[in-house]
Nanobody
Framework: QLQAFGGGLVQTGDSLRLSCAAS????????VGWFRQVVGKEREFVAA????????FYVDSVKGRFTISRDIAKNTVYLQMNSLKPGDTAVYSC????????????????????WGQGTQVTVSS
């Protein structure tokens, strides 16, 4: 079971850190990541850490601004979001999967077995 925390209402240029706590499985054995969704739009991959090599992956629109990390001892995954823009407004959900997807598949929702409830991030202009 996954639970995301840390969303809120911020202004353009501000920062937020999302957290995702897990129960039942340890994040060290899973590929973990974040998706976001705006009402009426498709879910969008944001970032992930691959299980096999701990390599991080990001969607191009957040590279250089967002950082994904995990604390295995706390069984928690983080998404540090800096220089937020109105286009980042969405519900952010943490995800986890048992596989180690290749680059072309890391952003596919089907790669993730576990989905948590999301947290709303709203960036005002």
């Amino acid at each position: 079971q996954l639970q995301a925390f840390g969303g809120g209402l911020v202004q353009t240029g501000d920062s937020l850190r999302l957290s995702c706590a897990a129960s039942g499985r340890t994040f060290g054995t899973l590929t973990v990541g974040w998706f976001r969704q705006v009402v009426g739009k498709e879910r969008e991959f944001v970032a992930a850490i691959r299980r096999s090599d701990s390599r991080p992956f990001y969607v191009d629109s957040v590279k250089g601004r967002f950082t994904i990390s995990r604390d295995i001892a706390k069984n928690t995954v983080y998404l540090q979001m800096n220089s937020l823009k109105p286009g980042d407004t969405a519900v952010y959900s943490c995800v986890a999967g048992t596989g180690s997807p290749v680059l072309s598949a890391i952003g596919l929702p089907s790669m993730y077995n576990y989905w948590g409830q999301g947290t709303q991030v709203t960036v005002s202009s």
